[in-house]
T-cell receptor
């Protein structure tokens, strides 16, 4: 069990560029979550997948954000036309369906938009 | 809908002193309650969880929390803190989705 891994750990980009983050969940976990965390705040829910199906999206997730989990394993989160307000830590977590709630988090991908 | 309120954003405490980190929640459905800890430059990890049964739950590193349904609280306690407990602590509620509080920064002073 290698845990949840996220890549890249840090990304610095210029406003208007596109960025993509990848998350590899724990292999037997069929649920995968994306959260965003800014300084002094708790993780804010963005979206989650059960296998390859995206079951819920937060209203925080604007049209510039898109997430995929094409084969029910790894997931990508893409942000198009980045804005300075997108600067945050993007957290991925996974869990098993039916488990009473424990999320296993990756270390996060920190995005800085200049 | 569910929500979580962590009443203290920062808690400084001397080493070996007791500490309580407060958490209140609101929900119209039955929920599960969690405390997660985030050490500097690390991901969140589970400290403890309340699902059902005994209202006093024990977690890792000597932490415990008590579920109080009438007060809708789930406060985290430790009788004697160590320097290594310095971290950010998040209370979370799971009903139909996970919701996290804004976090409490615990600083243990030598």
């Amino acid at each position: 069990d290698t845990g949840v891994s996220q890549d890249p750990r840090h990304k610095i980009t210029k406003r208007g560029q596109n960025v993509t983050f990848r998350c590899d969940p724990i292999s037997e976990h069929n649920r995968l979550y994306w959260y965003r965390q800014t300084l002094g705040q708790g993780p804010e829910f963005l979206t989650y997948f059960q296998n390859e199906a995206q079951l819920e999206k937060s209203r925080l997730l604007s049209d510039r954000f898109s997430a995929e989990r094409p084969k029910g394993s790894f997931s990508t989160l893409e942000i198009q036309r980045t804005e300075q307000g997108d600067s945050a830590m993007y957290l991925c977590a996974s869990s098993r369906q039916g488990d009473t709630g424990e999320l296993f988090f990756g270390e996060g991908s920190r995005l800085t938009v200049l | 809908a569910q929500s979580v309120t962590q009443l203290d954003s920062q808690v400084p405490v001397f080493e070996e002193a007791p500490v309580e980190l407060r958490c209140n929640y609101s929900s119209s459905v039955s929920v599960y309650l969690f405390w997660y800890v985030q050490y500097p430059n690390q991901g969140l990890q589970l400290l403890l969880k309340y699902l059902s049964g005994s209202t006093l739950v024990k977690g890792i590193n000597g932490f415990e929390a008590e579920f109080n349904k009438s007060q809708t609280s789930f406060h985290l306690r430790k009788p004697s803190v160590h320097i290594s407990d310095t971290a950010e602590y998040f209370c979370a509620v799971f009903g139909n989705q996970f919701y996290f509080g804004t976090g409490t920064s615990l600083t243990v002073i030598p």
